[in-house]
């Protein structure tokens, strides 16, 4: 099974910026497979259901972004490394909650499906105060 491991959470002030990492790993990721994934990053916020914050394409032509982080976050990816990131600017406290990375067999579309993404890291969380 694929495994996914979320990195580079923390605790910040409101207007400043983190980067997420996720590191994939296992026999399905390898520097030629990790291109067969489209791949994700959702967010829990306290209380609250999980939702879609950014979604990449194979290539990394094709994107996603909730309209909450648009213009503030950057989804982006480097297969060799298959490693998938999430820069963070002008994080806000509505901001704050675990960040998930995941991936999908199937192909990119322009509205995120949920259940398209099969495998899910153990989340980092992101804690941004006033």
């Known amino acids: 099974q694929v495994q996914l491991v979320e990195s580079g959470g923390g605790l910040v002030q409101a207007g400043d910026s983190l980067r997420l990492s996720c590191a994939a790993s296992?026999?399905?990721?390898?520097?030629?497979?990790?291109?067969?994934?489209?791949m994700a990053w959702l967010r829990r916020a306290p209380g609250k259901e999980r939702e879609f914050v950014a979604t990449?394409?194979?290539?990394?032509?094709?994107?996603y972004y909730a309209d909450s982080v648009k213009g503030r976050f950057t989804i982006s990816r480097d297969n060799a490394k298959n490693t998938l990131y999430l820069q963070m600017n002008s994080l806000k406290p509505e901001d704050t909650a675990i960040y998930y990375c995941?991936?999908?067999?199937?192909?990119?579309?322009?509205?995120?499906?949920?259940?398209?993404?099969?495998?899910w890291g153990q989340g980092t969380q992101v804690t941004v105060s006033s």
């Open positions: 990449i394409s194979l290539s990394g032509r094709s994107t």
């Open positions: 995941a991936a999908s067999r199937t192909g990119w579309t322009t509205i995120p499906v949920l259940g398209h993404f099969g495998s």
């Open positions: 296992g026999r399905a990721f390898n520097p030629y497979t990790m291109a067969s994934y489209t």
